[in-house]
Nanobody
Framework: QVQLVESGGGLVQPGGSLRLSCAAS????????MGWYRQAPGKQRELVAT???????NYADSVKGRFTISRDNTKKTVYLEMNSLKPEDTAVYYC?????WGKGTLVTVSS
């Protein structure tokens, strides 16, 4: 069983930045992709970004150029650096890895 714990959400003004973290623990294989998804009120959960063990990344078009995903394999932790945040980025952000989900962390972008 894998446990994922997210942190770093909060309230930020438009144009601001936040950094999310997600630490994995439990029965973790040596090689596994990690990713961030988000779900806004009244909408379906959607992919934000993923990163493989060797660092290959994939982003949703809506966040390209503003968000950066990275990982520390020694800490089994994935990060999401979010810049130039917009109100439409408001959502609960979920970490995903090894067929498991974190509980989510709320990001609110509002003035």
């Amino acid at each position: 069983q894998v446990q994922l714990v997210e942190s770093g959400g909060g309230l930020v003004q438009p144009g601001g930045s936040l950094r999310l973290s997600c630490a994995a623990s439990g029965s973790i294989p040596n090689i596994f992709p990690m990713g961030w998804y988000r779900q806004a009120p009244g909408k379906q959960r959607e992919l934000v970004a993923t990163v493989t063990t060797n660092g290959n990344t994939n982003y949703a078009d809506s966040v390209k150029g503003r968000f950066t995903i990275s990982r520390d394999n020694t800490k089994k932790t994935v990060y999401l650096e979010m810049n130039s945040l917009k109100p439409e980025d408001t959502a609960v952000y979920y970490c995903h890895a090894v067929n498991s989900w974190g509980k989510g962390t709320l990001v609110t972008v509002s003035s």
